[in-house]
């Protein structure tokens, strides 16, 4: 694997094309429609390691609910090990209603946030792209939302979802709750230098969204990130406060290039692409971390729709984010942006057929998740 250097001080590793790979992938199923979405992007991993002759090793693990009822825990000690073992995992979704007044630390969520923290994916990647055919399905007037490109870049293991002190004390009129929001410099600068880098092969452009004018936190995120641009002169950087950025995705979406944020304001603002997308169910995401020494990203993959318990089983969930999630798994964790391209265009091209779920509105009867799954795979070739 050559190493090359890019700029004083900072070494880029690039990935050597193998015909042949071999792709370790732990697939987590998870609750509700992820059974079903998961199994048609598998589907297409498997239509994608057939045509470009790679060795697909797929394992299954339990998280979430399904792991609380058959484990007692949201994240077994062998879902660890497997995810640590594995070159990638790929994630449907996490969820029940049962669940919904359990205390945290039992909640299916809880297993996914210590995924996250196990595999030390520190940074969330949600692309958001308003394809063509989907621009009628967007709330908002096409010429608000045509030509919509943009990658939002959340920090994913530090601030106020991981900040301790927290909890709830006392009782009665002194009743109290505690959530406490912390970033050290060094969680800052590496997740903005994963959006600079990206931007490099993008638009070249960075926003950077806070609330300096009221958070502490918010005020050295904003130096950090001014001081990471310096590295970085051909990258544009803008700040932005998050009240205004959520706006400003509504009213101009494609001032967007790049955008990185923290923890929570990233979790709020990555959920309002899907009104540009046309819907949640075309919202794909990767979290990646360190790299290997390969050059490939630890990565965590997954649709950011949700469990959708009152759907699943049915057939109606639409599983081109999970679809998405797996081309990006290719790209970052495996280096192979001509097998995640062939996935891409083939979304677009059954998208431009009509040959979608109800979500997307289509002209005709609906598809089911099955449906779509083998439309996919029939457009790769």
């Given at each position: ?40 992007a598998v589907r297409v991993l498997k239509r994608v390691a057939e045509k470009f002759g790679h060795d697909l090793r797929l394992t299954e693990g339990l998280l979430g609910g399904i792991a609380i009822h058959k484990t007692g825990t949201p994240f077994p000690p062998e879902t660890e090990r497997l995810a640590q073992e594995a070159d990638a995992t790929l ?291």
């Open positions: 694997m050559p190493l090359r250097l890019r700029r004083p001080g900072t070494l880029e590793f690039r990935l050597e094309r193998q015909k042949t790979m071999e792709l370790k992938i732990l697939v987590l199923p998870g609750d509700g429609i992820g059974v079903e979405v998961t199994a048609e994630l449907g979704a996490v969820g029940l209603p049962e669940f919904d007044n359990v205390a945290p630390e039992k909640r299916p969520e809880r297993g996914l946030l210590a995924l996250r923290k196990a595999l030390g994916v520190y940074a969330n990647l949600r692309p958001v792209k308003a394809y063509t055919a989907l621009l009628d399905a967007s709330p908002l007037k096409n010429d608000r939302v045509e030509g919509v490109d943009m990658i939002i870049v959340r920090e994913l293991t530090g601030g106020i979802y991981y900040g301790t002190p927290r909890g709830i004390s006392g009782e009665g009129a002194t009743e109290t709750a505690v959530n406490t929001m912390k970033y050290t410099r060094a969680e800052i600068e590496r997740v903005c230098r994963m959006a600079f880098e990206l931007a490099r092969k993008r638009r070249r452009k960075v926003t950077s969204v806070d609330k300096s004018n009221v958070l502490e936190v918010s005020q050295l995120w904003r130096r950090v990130v001014t001081d990471v641009a310096k590295d970085y002169p051909d990258v544009e950087l803008d700040h932005i406060l998050v009240d205004n950025c959520a706006m400003q995705l509504i009213l101009n979406p494609r001032r967007f290039d790049v955008v990185v944020t923290g923890n929570v304001f990233g979790d709020i603002l990555s959920d309002e692409g899907a009104v540009l997308a046309g819907s949640i169910g075309m919202l794909a995401s990767a979290s990646v971390g360190p790299k290997r020494p390969s050059g490939a990203y630890v990565g965590l993959y997954e649709p950011v729709h949700g469990s959708a318990p009152d759907i699943a089983g049915q057939g109606k969930a639409n599983p081109l984010a999970a679809i998405g999630s797996a081309a990006a798994m290719l790209e970052y964790s495996f280096g192979l942006a001509e097998e995640a391209a062939a996935v891409t265009g083939a979304i677009e091209k059954v998208l431009n057929s009509g040959r979608v779920t109800a979500d997307l509105n289509p002209p005709g009867q609906p598809a089911t998740t099955a449906e779509v799954g083998q439309a996919v795979c029939e457009a790769i070739g």
